[in-house]
């Protein structure tokens, strides 16, 4: 465990809280999206020149992040690409191919940190700019509570018109979260955040704990000018070879084991207390 979580015990006095995590080059060690471009190209939905311009796009994107007009050129690109999808095959080709390319390239570090949050009781979220579409199988993946995603307008015949619905994007991300706040209950002084990119500023600024994840040069120096820690995560496992397991215990569980461990603790010291009286006696 990275020990970087507050522990706070479950009652109805402590606020609600939340860990709001970036996916791409946060959690998992590549862009979402893009790592489905080979199995959409294998599904007919993207041609081998589609294929080769969003390997390209990794690329840039792994070797020191995209600023913001790189972002914008890559959401027109997409948004583009993605019209006339079918919405559905998109989902199957997601859920088939989800364990195979995502498994293997989510970083341990994340993984834990996931866990010591579900743990301290804190609802865990996933914001990212990446479609609704690959985000949700993801979040569901990693044992995440609630996701943020960018939605696509789906037209009445089932496929992407290549309008986009909704952008999680820079600010809308701490819109987002803000939002949930207020729904959920959550103090948002008392939550956390982390992400890799300097576009998520303002969702880092709206929590009283940011952390800076694997940063671009441009949020590294905020970081290290806002004093908020850095993270650098490098080891990428697939979940079924960690121990524990990333499956969190829900909050029942946590409390029910609560439960039994007071009442054990109890029948300990009520044996302990009748032992002395005999021995005294």
């Known amino acids: 465990m990275l020990g970087l979580v507050e522990n706070h015990s479950l009652t109805h006095s402590t606020p609600r809280t ?16 893009l790592t489905f471009s080979k199995s959409f190209y ?4 993207i041609n081998r020149r589609a294929v080769l311009r969003t390997a390209y796009a990794q690329f840039v994107f792994l070797a020191g992040g995209a600023d913001h007009d790189q972002m914008e050129r890559m959401r027109a ?15 199957e080709i997601v859920a088939e ?17 996931i866990e010591e949050h579900h ?4 609802d865990v979220v996933i914001v990212s700019t990446s479609g609704a579409e690959v985000v949700e199988p993801i979040g569901e993946l990693l044992g995440a509570d609630r996701v943020v995603a ?3 307008v ?30 959920e209950g959550y103090d948002l002084s008392r939550c956390y955040a982390y992400s890799d990119s300097a576009t998520d500023v303002p969702m880092l600024k709206a929590v009283g704990h940011p952390f800076a994840v694997n940063p671009d040069r441009a949020l590294r120096r905020e970081a290290l000018a806002r004093e908020w820690p850095i993270l650098d995560f490098n080891r990428p496992v697939r979940l079924k070879q960690r121990l524990p397991t990333l499956s969190a215990p829900s909050r029942p569980a946590l ?7 007071a009442a054990a603790a109890t029948a300990g010291l009520v044996w302990y207390a009748s032992r002395r009286r005999a021995t005294a006696s």
């Open 255 to 261: 409390v029910a084991a609560a439960a039994v461990g």
């Open 97 to 113: 191919t989800l364990h195979d390319l995502i498994d293997p390239i989510i970083y341990d570090e994340a993984a834990s940190l």
């Open 150 to 152: 960018t939605r696509m």
């Open 77 to 91: 690109y997409l948004s583009a690409l993605c019209r006339g999808w079918n919405v559905q095959q998109v989902k």
């Open 119 to 122: 743990t301290a009781g804190r």
């Open 42 to 45: 294998q599904g007919g939905l």
């Open 154 to 183: 789906v037209g009445d015949d089932g496929c992407f018109t290549g309008e986009v619905e909704y952008y999680a994007y820079g600010p809308t991300k701490a819109e987002a979260i803000e939002e949930l706040a207020r729904s």
């Open 18 to 33: 939340a860990a709001f995590f970036d996916l791409d080059k946060t959690v998992i060690a590549k862009s979402s999206t």
